[in-house]
Structure formats: structure tokens, C-alpha cells
């Protein structure tokens, strides 16, 4: 007969059994404290902060695709790697991902932007042509007297302009196609939108932070036999027990967010919920609603995301038969179509001396809206454009078809929706900060869903570098909020004064009388 305590024992000890099994998550549900929902650059850098300056170790990353690396991603053509996504290390100096590169022997090596071959409807005009003669006139003249003049108006206060606008009050307004193709070269090329569609003030500020704040101009292009994103995998790789800390092959369609949690539904059914969270997809899939958000984001959010611009930058690759070399010896071709400015403008040998030798590989860049006409077109229309423009420079009878021929749909991706982000004319400072803002409740200890990305970037909105310094941010601010009440901490004032406002006053207009220069 069993006496009253054992049953009281007993029951007490049944109870805690089922609230155990109960508090358990069913079948297909995730807990975690922290979720990162995407794993490219910005993902992985909050994630490793999150440990290593934080001591956090309850997060998990959720990605969509196979592996970490978001929009760095490489292909196959014959036996060597090409980078469809990210593949220069832009202004090395401080930039953290040249101090990766060395850190991991990620191969690169320097890109020679003197190394131009020059072509007009002419051919092939030498040194000394008209379409040289533009792009050193934009580089040495025109974009120097825009960068000073940028500068006085954000001092002043004076309302931002177009790229375009502002190059033409300092004298520089294309009519020809020589200069059409000297200004593609200098801006489109890197910005991947024309200056009609660009800011005046954010497009020279974010120079200025790259290539003269940094120290170094420099810009090194990556040929590692591993791809670029071997910098993404092996600095996620120092986080200890990676793979309890990563599910990959999960594609998110919906995240539910209030004031005290986060929940994440996949599209094979699975449930991941959080205390806290942050969104670090790309501003592409944000302006697409491929995700959907319960509530709405706010209109102010939705204002703000709707309102930037999500470039496409597309490079096109084809490799030829062994013993097939029409091009010369210089890093790029630079041509000036007669009729459409941006028409297969850039075209960059890989089959030089210092790159990869006897492979046979060519690549062109196409931006912007002739980016979107090619991907809307077959393969077999793209490549007849490509080898079209290749036998009008350097003869029909010299260029034959290639043998492997291959392109990313980087806009058609519902992954990605572009490449990557410009500061639109029209996009304003505050519409970025709403961007950033973090969602979940009205007071800071209250957010629970984050938003950071190359995309929110102020100084480095387009690069790995700024997609870095915006995960560094991000979990310093998540990480407060868990350790210090919302109180900002040590390191999290370092992350954001690497990430955050540009310099102002006496140190900004020195900036403004430093050496500027595209390229270097």
C-alpha cells in the first residue's frame, strides 16, 4: 500500500515529466535564441561575433542554399573556377575581407587598370585615341571636380543630385560614344547603373570610403582555384561546432515577429523560432516579396526597401579551343559601341600571362538594362551578341565559336533578385536608417527582427567589405540588447564607427583635397 508522500512523490514527479514533454517543440519546430536567416557575408560575420565578441552561442543560421556563401559564388569551365558573383577585393588598406584573404591564402593578385586595349567602330586605336582620351578626361578631370563639389553640398546641406547632374555642372556631358564608353567604364562598371539612376553625393562618399579612407586604392582581383567565397567558408569555419549551427538547403517563405519573438517557416514545412532575429537577405528578394512578413512591415520600411536600387551585374564567360588566342596580352578590352552605350562595353582575357595561361577563357560585363535584356534571352541569343561584338573587333574570320559558353540569371534568381545595391538619385539617409531599423515593438529592448546587408551599409553599400561590418554591427546591437539592457558596449561602438556615418567637418573637407581617382 503506497503511502501518501510516494503518491504525492509520484504525481509531482509525473507532472514534471508531461510540462518537460510539453515544452519540448513538436516535430519540424527549431528554438533557438538567435536566428540568422540567410548565410552570406553578413550572416556568417554576425555569427561569428556573436561568439567571439559576445560569447553568444545559442544561434542558428538558416540558408537557403547548399552551402554558406550567399552571393559569392563561383562556377566551373573547363578545368578552372570563375566568380559569377563577387570577385575583386576593392581598396585593400583596412578592408577587412583583404586581411581574410591573406589570412586564408586566398590567391588574388593585382588588377593593372592601365592594361586597355581601346576599340571604336575604327577598330583597334592604340594609346592615344579619342575613347582613351575620354576615360583620362572623366578619371583626372571630371569625377575629381564632382567628388569636391559632392562634398560642399553634403556640407552645406544642399539636396543631393544625379551622378549625372553632378558630372555635368563640372563639365562633363557625353555625346559621343568614346565618352560614352570612357564614363561606362569609370562608374557603370562599378556601380552597375548608369549615373542618370545614381546618387551624386552617396555614389562619390562611397568611393571616397573605399579607395581613399581605406589608405590603399588598390583593387586585387581573386583566381583561387577554391573561388572567392573560401574567404565566407573558413571564417565561418572558426566558429567551433559549425554544422549544429547551420541548416542548410532551406528556403524561408514566411517570418512572424513580435514584441518577444520571431518565427521562420520554410518551404519544406519546417518552423524555426526565436527570441530575437535578423534578415540579412538581399535587398532584391525584400523588394520582390519572395518572403512574406506577419504583420506587414511598416509602411515607412516598405517606403524605404521599395525606394533603393538592386543592380545587376552580369559577367558572361566562354572558353575556346586549345591553341584559340585572337585577343592580346592586356588585363581588358574596352570598346565603344557606335549606336548603344553599355553594348558589351568591357571584355577581360583570363588567357593572358598571370591569370590562367593557355585556357582559352574570355569574359564580358554587361550592367544594367542590357543585364536584363540578357537574361530574358537564351543562351544561344546571349552568346551570338557576344561572339558578334568579339568578330567585329578582331575580325570574323579570327574568332570562331567557343566551346563552353556560361552566365549567371542573377535578377531571375528568386534567391537573389541582382547582385548588388546602388544608391539610387532620390534615395535619402533616413530611408536607408529606416532600412536598418529593427522591428518587433515601439522600445529597443523590444525589437526582435533585424535587418542588415551590404544594402544597409552607409559607407560600403555594394561590397563584401560593407556586408561584413553590417553583420559585425548587427550582433553587437542584438548582443547588447540580450547582455546590457539595449546599452551600447565597447565593441559594438568600434563595429559601428567602422560601419556607420561618414566623417564630417574640418577631417571631411581634407578628405575632399586628397588624390581621387577611379581607378589606381
Request: net charge negative; glycine share 8%; hydrophobic share 40%.
Amino acid at each position: 500500500m503506497c503511502s501518501l508522500n510516494s503518491l504525492i512523490t509520484g504525481f509531482l514527479a509525473f507532472t514534471a515529466f508531461t510540462v518537460a514533454q510539453n515544452a519540448r517543440p513538436p516535430p519540424g519546430v527549431i528554438e533557438t535564441e538567435v536566428l540568422i536567416l540567410g548565410g552570406g557575408m553578413t550572416g556568417v560575420s554576425a555569427a561569428h561575433a556573436l561568439y567571439y565578441d559576445y560569447n553568444i552561442s545559442d544561434f542558428l543560421i538558416v540558408e537557403a542554399r547548399h552551402e554558406l556563401g550567399g552571393r559569392v559564388q563561383d562556377s566551373r569551365i573547363g578545368n578552372y573556377t570563375i566568380e559569377f558573383g563577387a570577385n575583386w577585393i576593392e581598396g585593400l588598406g583596412e578592408n577587412p575581407i583583404w586581411k581574410l584573404a591573406q589570412k586564408f591564402n586566398v590567391k588574388n593578385r593585382y588588377s593593372n587598370w592601365t592594361s586597355i586595349d581601346y576599340f571604336t567602330k575604327a577598330g583597334w586605336e592604340g594609346e592615344d585615341g579619342p575613347l582613351r582620351q575620354a576615360v583620362t578626361r572623366y578619371e583626372e578631370e571630371a569625377f575629381i571636380a564632382a567628388s569636391a563639389d559632392a562634398g560642399r553640398r553634403k556640407d552645406l546641406g544642399l539636396p543631393d543630385l544625379s551622378m549625372k547632374a553632378g558630372l555635368k555642372i563640372n563639365g562633363w556631358n557625353p555625346t559621343t560614344p568614346e565618352e560614352w564608353a570612357g564614363e561606362y567604364f569609370s562608374h557603370d562598371w562599378e556601380y552597375a547603373e548608369p549615373p542618370l539612376e545614381s546618387s551624386f553625393i552617396g555614389t562619390v562618399e562611397a568611393y571616397n570610403e573605399s579607395f581613399v579612407e581605406s589608405g590603399d586604392s588598390t583593387n586585387n582581383i581573386v583566381i583561387d582555384p577554391m573561388g572567392y567565397k573560401q574567404v565566407v567558408l573558413r571564417y565561418a569555419a572558426e566558429i567551433p561546432d559549425l554544422s549544429r549551427h547551420t541548416l542548410l538547403n532551406q528556403i524561408v517563405t514566411n517570418i512572424t515577429y513580435s514584441n518577444n519573438s520571431v518565427t521562420a517557416v520554410t518551404s519544406s514545412g519546417i518552423t524555426i523560432k526565436a527570441r530575437r532575429a535578423v534578415c540579412t537577405f538581399s535587398l532584391g528578394v525584400l523588394q520582390n516579396d519572395d518572403v512574406t512578413f506577419s504583420p506587414p512591415l511598416p509602411s515607412w520600411k516598405q517606403e524605404a526597401i521599395a525606394n533603393f536600387h538592386m543592380a545587376t551585374y552580369m559577367k558572361i564567360f566562354a572558353r575556346f579551343a586549345p591553341g584559340v588566342k585572337f585577343w592580346n596580352d592586356t588585363e581588358f578590352v574596352l570598346y565603344a559601341d557606335p549606336n548603344e552605350r553599355g553594348h558589351y562595353p568591357i571584355f577581360q582575357p583570363l588567357d593572358i600571362p598571370g591569370f590562367f595561361p593557355g585556357s582559352g577563357i574570355i569574359f564580358a560585363t554587361l550592367t544594367g538594362q542590357q543585364a536584363y535584356q540578357a537574361e530574358h534571352q537564351s543562351d544561344a541569343e546571349v552568346q551570338a551578341e557576344f561572339i558578334g561584338v568579339l568578330r567585329a573587333l578582331y575580325g570574323a574570320a579570327n574568332v570562331p565559336d567557343p566551346i563552353e559558353f556560361t552566365f549567371p540569371r542573377w535578377t531571375r534568381d528568386p534567391l537573389f533578385r541582382g547582385t548588388f545595391t546602388n544608391w539610387g538619385a532620390g534615395v535619402t539617409v533616413k530611408q536607408q536608417d529606416d532600412m536598418r531599423e529593427p522591428v518587433g515593438g515601439e522600445l529597443d529592448r523590444e525589437a526582435t527582427l533585424w535587418f542588415a546587408g551590404e544594402h544597409t551599409s552607409r559607407k560600403y553599400f555594394g561590397y563584401l567589405h560593407g556586408a561584413y561590418w553590417e553583420g559585425k554591427l548587427v550582433a553587437g546591437k542584438i548582443a547588447d540588447c540580450m547582455l546590457r539592457q539595449c546599452r551600447q558596449s565597447a565593441s559594438t561602438t568600434i563595429f559601428k564607427r567602422e560601419a556607420g556615418e561618414f566623417k564630417q567637418g574640418a577631417e571631411r573637407r581634407n578628405m575632399h583635397s586628397r588624390k581621387r581617382r577611379m581607378w589606381t
